[in-house]
C-alpha cells in the first residue's frame, strides 16, 4: 500500500510540475512595439507622394521595415532608404530582396528626414518626402 501511495503522489507531482508550466508565463512592463512597415514605390511611401510623416515617442524602440512596393511595375526598380540626420540606411530593396529592416532608439525630439537615396529609380521625387518626428 505505501509504493502504491507514493507513487501516486510522484505522479501527482509530475502532473502538477506539467501543468504550471504550461502556463503561459507574464512578464512585467508594457508589450513590445509592433515593427513599422512601409511599402515603398515608385508612388511614393505607403503610395503617398510628397509628405509622409511618421510619428514616435522620443526613448521609443523603433523598428522599420521598408517594403518593396513595385511589384506591379513591369522592371526592378531598387531603392535604398536613408535617415542622414541619424546615420540609418538601409540596403537595397528590389524584386531580390524585398524588405530592408532599420532598428534603433528614437533619441532627441525633433523632425528628421527620409529619403530614397538611389536617384535614378522611377518615382525617386515621390520618395523624397519622408518625415520622422520624434515626439
Known sequence: ???????FFVLFGLLVAAV??????????????????IEVSRRGFNS????????????QQ??????????DFSQNNPH????????????????ENPEATVRFTAGNTGEFAF???????????NLLGGILVIE
Open 1 to 7: 500500500m505505501k509504493k502504491v501511495s507514493l507513487l
Open 20 to 37: 504550471s508550466c504550461a502556463q503561459p508565463q507574464q512578464t512585467e512592463g508594457p508589450p513590445p512595439e509592433e515593427g513599422i512597415r
Open 48 to 59: 503617398t507622394a510628397g509628405e509622409y510623416r511618421l510619428e514616435v515617442e522620443e526613448g
Open 62 to 71: 523603433v523598428e522599420i521595415t521598408f517594403v518593396y512596393g513595385d511589384k
Open 80 to 95: 535604398i532608404i536613408a535617415i542622414p540626420d541619424l546615420g540609418i540606411t538601409t540596403g537595397l530593396i528590389d524584386q
Open 115 to 125: 529619403e530614397c537615396t538611389k536617384v535614378d529609380c522611377v518615382g525617386h521625387t
